[in-house]
């Protein structure tokens, strides 16, 4: 394993403007692509970043979203690299890689490659620096497993854990980023059969698409973050203080090993010292499912610690 370098503003090469659209080779399938996902999961379009695709250079896209980069590369085997200002970095490979054709435009933000083998890798990027590393499965014809290669940080190590989502931990086992529960959806928006294997770096995602049942295409979704709080807004009330707390895309699904580390993201932007009450709070959102539903977390001085089973019993508010 090897670090991968974290990539500054002026190393990524960020183009804008009509200029980076230009040079674009757009995919003759884009509508086709479009619908393909949306019809899938309509989530898997929505926020995503605003930046152009480009292929003058080494990136199809380039972005620098606060203080994470993400960058999609024009050569499919060069690998997707998410990074944060002054920390690690992570680089995902993809399958096919060394078969498929060059990144062409699907629309901003988002590009695709031709895996010359009935499927087809549709890389998103979201606006918070998150990556939607989309398979569009055209027919039975295509494969059933999908190889990705995790590059982490030197002494990192991966683990699947049992929402079937994968984390990233550091050699002192502190959290890195990771990869969202697998999903799989077929053109009704049926889900279809799916799950990842992990043997060291290597994820394999299993798509179970061959079925008389499934309507082509089939929609497939590893999701790669490794930011998962995206601002909060403190709020001061006579009973105290209101955190309101935005986890980014990536951190709404959060497995239970990123709560203290999303924790730490909290009190880092508000500048607060550990509260027990205001941690059992902020993780019974991702524990109770409120998750997915709420777009901010209220995290509030003046509940009680009353330990986090009452407080889940409470729907975070004890």
Excluded at 62 to 88: F, M, N, Q, W, Y
Excluded at 132 to 152: C, F, K, M, Q, S
Excluded at 225 to 240: A, C, D, P
């Amino acid at each position: 394993m090897s670090t991968v370098a974290t990539a500054s503003l002026v190393a990524l090469g960020l183009a804008t403007g009509p200029a980076a659209v230009a040079n674009a080779t757009v995919d003759p399938r884009p509508n086709d692509l479009r619908t393909a996902l949306t019809s899938a999961e309509p989530e898997t379009v929505e926020n995503l970043s605003d930046a152009p695709v480009t292929q003058t250079g080494e990136y199809a896209i380039a972005v620098l979203e606060d203080d994470v980069s993400a960058t999609v590369p024009v050569k499919a085997r060069d690998g997707i690299t998410i990074s944060r200002e002054g920390g690690s970095a992570i680089r995902l490979s993809l399958p096919f890689s060394e078969e498929a054709d060059d990144a062409v435009a699907v629309m901003d933000g988002v590009v695709s490659y031709d895996n010359k083998n009935g499927s087809t890798t549709v890389p998103a990027v979201k606006e918070d620096g998150s990556v939607a590393v989309n398979t569009v499965i055209d027919g039975a014809h295509a494969p059933l497993r999908y190889d990705y290669e995790l590059d982490v940080p030197e002494g990192s190590s991966l683990e699947l854990t049992s929402d079937g989502s994968v984390v990233v931990l550091d050699a002192q086992g502190e959290f890195v980023g990771g990869v969202a529960p697998p999903w799989a959806k077929d053109a009704q928006g049926t889900p279809v059969p799916t799950h990842y294997e992990l043997d060291g770096t290597e994820l394999v995602q299993v798509v179970e698409h061959r079925s008389e049942d499934v309507v082509y295409p089939v929609v497939a979704d590893p999701y790669l973050g490794i930011k998962l709080i995206s601002k909060v807004q403190t709020v001061n009330e006579k009973k105290g203080k209101r955190y309101k707390v935005t986890p980014t895309l990536y951190g709404r699904t959060m497995p239970v090993l990123a709560h203290r580390p999303a924790f730490q993201e909290v009190q880092d932007i508000a500048k607060i010292k550990f509260r027990q009450n205001l941690y059992d709070q902020f993780r019974c959102h991702p524990l109770s499912g409120i998750a997915i539903v709420k777009g901010t977390w209220n995290l509030e001085s003046w509940r009680p610690n009353v330990g986090l089973a009452k407080t889940m019993a409470k729907k975070c508010n004890p």
